[in-house]
């Protein structure tokens, strides 16, 4: 099929095309606007898979907010404290402020909970979720993810950010394995 794609080792198929994101992320940021006026809100983007949600997704934000670039760090501590995790890069004083997590894919939604853990701890007035996509068969935490693009299947997605072993972030289309 000469739709097919190649990223590394493997083949992916098209999925769901630009036209359709951008129409589902414009939706969000609707709905963010209308809830999040007047809070001035700090959207808080979770790198890298998040770039290209983010870019499309504040672009189309046309209330007052502030931007921070993140990334998560796991490591094992000691056997009594087991996995710590670190947020880098978010230098603004975030007591009291509302905070918007821009996430490119939520899957078990480990990565979200330990996120919300290290957050929680700032003493924010409260936390909103976004996310470009989300796996519902494979999410079972109980934490609302409160702005959600498109629910996929359980399948591995590539592209708008998303990579498989560091490529195929730059693809503007989602493509899942063939
Ligand atoms: P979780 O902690 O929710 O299980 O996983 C979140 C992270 O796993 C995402 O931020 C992303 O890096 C990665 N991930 C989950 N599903 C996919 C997928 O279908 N494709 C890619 N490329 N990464 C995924």
Do not use: W
């Not at 007035?125 to 989300?134: N, T």
């Not at 399948?155 to 693809?171: E, I, K, P, S």
């Amino acid at each position: 099929m000469s739709n097919l794609i190649t990223v590394k080792d493997k083949q992916f198929k098209p999925y769901i095309s630009s036209e359709i994101i951008l129409k589902e992320v414009k939706r969000l940021a609707q709905e963010i606007c209308n809830d999040l006026a007047r809070q001035n809100p700090l959207f808080v983007v979770v790198l890298n898979g998040s770039f290209m949600f983010a870019a499309d997704l504040l672009r189309e934000i046309t209330i007052p907010c502030e931007i921070s670039f993140v990334k998560v760090a796991s490591y094992h501590g000691t056997s009594s404290t087991g996995s710590v995790t670190e947020l880098i890069g978010l230098t603004e004083e975030i007591g009291g402020r509302t905070v918007v997590i821009v996430e490119d894919i939520v899957d078990t939604g480990v990565t979200l909970e330990k996120l919300l853990g290290v957050l929680e701890k700032k003493n924010v007035k409260q936390i909103k979720i976004a996310s470009a996509l989300l796996k519902p068969d494979a999410y079972k935490k109980d934490i609302p993810v409160n702005y959600v693009g498109l629910k996929i299947p359980n399948d591995f997605v590539v592209g708008y950010g998303l990579d498989y072993d560091g490529q195929g972030r730059n693809l503007k289309d989602i493509y899942v394995l063939a």
